[in-house]
């Protein structure tokens, strides 16, 4: 269960943005994620917004845990993050990895998830994810609030 919400909310909280000058930005419409470790998923997302760190910390709700902000930094386009937070009862996960474009509204996201300390045993998981805008949302799909 950890480990589904560790990829989840990093894929989701930080895959789908472009490292560009300010906060990198989330185009509305439907996106496509093609993960290498679960099938196809397409969502949408009804409007842009600005990924920093106030939305991360928003999307990153564990119950139980204490997230401080994530930091998050960025070389040319490329943008790299580090998620930490103290689970009660379950020990320290910590999420790392990089976003890169890969194209107009396109990303590649590889991430690496690490839960220790704490009585639940979980190896190490890496992740990589593509992500890429397919145009406007339609009935069906699944809609992301934020």
Known sequence: MLKRVAIATAGLAIGLASHAAGAPIFHAGAWEDRSSDRPPARSCFPADF???RMFLARTLVIPG???????ITGV???MNYSISCDISGA???????TVTPTGTDSY??????????GP???ADSDSTSF???VGACRPGDRRMLY
Do not use: E, F, Q, W
């Open 120 to 122: 639940i045993k979980m």
């Open 91 to 97: 020990g320290h996960m910590s999420i790392n990895g």
């Open 131 to 133: 992500y890429h805008r």
């Open 76 to 78: 040319g386009s490329v």
């Open 65 to 71: 845990a204490k997230c401080p902000p994530p930091a």
């Open 108 to 117: 590649t996201i590889h991430s690496h998830t690490r839960l220790a300390g």
């Open 50 to 52: 600005a990924l920093d």
